[in-house]
């Protein structure tokens, strides 16, 4: 009796989770955003009306996280349906670590050899899923290198659309509607490398950097003793190899921390269309720097005094975060498929 009792009681919590499990999928499979704001705009006795969805979905895997905030325009004197997607909010860690390597005399792993994984560059891809919608216009456009990017968008009942590099609504002057975002990339870049009516995609590589006022320094230099730099503390120090690499402070943010998109994309649809999809796609490329002891009498590895030997082997690895929303046209929603 006993053990019918244990029995019955497994099987019994073993329904419950089955059932908890197939509940939370049936939750999750399908899940509309909530609209966080109304606005109301117009002159002259003409209205429409800016429907802001936001969703955040983090990748913990991939330690990226995907924020949105998709504005869907209802303007009745527009000759189409109209959302303003921003990437405000999201952001990828640079996953950066340490590791100490072991080599051929047997020293503890970390000693004579380490490595040190850096976030070398970025993606944002973004891509019209379905044929019914189209790519009006993007921001950031062309390359730019400068310290800050800021992108806005400016409109005007009717459907007139305005982009700048300004935080003014693209020449706010005129516009019944506008919204803006901006990002910082010190000693990176931004290059649009894809544009076209379904699909777009940002580069962000790194340029250069200074390591303790010497350089700069990038991913090809190399001299002819201590090789490459980059991230390399001291040339000579008697300390472990683990340890001579500059701190994350040291290094530039998105190498080390992370990285956080400000990137604006205008997608248009007839009036006709109910649902238009599209995908979200981050990816984050790592390359290694590599530190090694180079001993005068025994060489590389080796006992004694000596000095330190730095290289970057480039993209050894990368992280991938992709997800698929809907735009309910007709319900004004963001949908996360």
């Not at 790519?135 to 400016?154: A, E, L, M, Q, R």
């Not at 020449?171 to 919204?179: A, C, E, L, Q, Y």
């Not at 995609?201 to 340029?207: C, F, K, Y």
Request: glycine residues 8%.
């Amino acid at each position: 009796m006993k053990d019918k009792k244990c029995m019955l009681k497994k099987i019994t919590i073993t329904s419950i989770i089955m059932w908890n499990c197939f509940t939370l999928n049936l939750l999750t499979a399908h899940a509309d955003t909530k609209i966080e704001s109304i606005v109301d705009i117009g002159e002259n006795g003409q209205n429409a009306k800016v429907y802001n969805n936001f969703s955040t979905l983090f990748d913990e895997q991939a330690k990226i996280k995907t924020s949105l905030l998709v504005s869907i325009i209802d303007d009745p004197y527009s000759n189409k349906q109209i959302a303003v997607i921003k990437t405000d909010g999201s952001n990828i860690s640079a996953y950066k670590s340490v590791e100490g390597l072991t080599d051929e005399y047997g020293h503890e792993a970390g000693y004579m050899s380490a490595v040190l994984k850096w976030a070398s560059s970025y993606n944002i891809g973004m891509e019209l899923t379905n044929e019914n919608s189209q790519f009006y216009k993007v921001s950031p456009i062309n390359t730019i290198d400068t310290k800050t990017i800021t992108s806005s968008i400016g409109y005007k009942i009717g459907g007139e659309i305005k982009v700048s590099d300004k935080a003014d609504g693209g020449g706010s002057v005129g516009m019944n509607w506008s919204t803006s975002t901006s990002y910082d990339q010190p000693d990176y870049k931004t290059v649009l490398e894809t544009d076209t009516a379904n699909k777009v995609q940002w580069r962000i590589p790194v340029i250069s950097t200074m390591n303790q006022g010497y350089g700069p320094y990038n991913r090809e230099s190399d001299d002819s003793i201590y090789r490459n730099q980059l991230f390399m503390k001291s040339r000579n120090a008697a300390t472990w190899a683990k340890d001579n690499f500059i701190s994350s402070d040291e290094m530039p943010a998105l190498a080390s921390y992370g990285f956080s998109p400000g990137m604006i994309a205008v997608v248009i649809a007839d009036k006709s269309e109910d649902i238009s999809t599209f995908k979200i796609t981050y990816t984050r490329n790592s390359d290694d720097y590599r530190m090694d002891w180079t001993s005068f009498f025994n060489g590389v590895h080796g006992s004694g005094a000596g000095w330190w030997v730095g290289g970057n082997i480039k993209d050894v690895s990368k992280g991938i975060s992709v997800h698929n929303y809907s735009v309910d046209w007709k319900n004004h929603r963001l949908i996360e498929n």
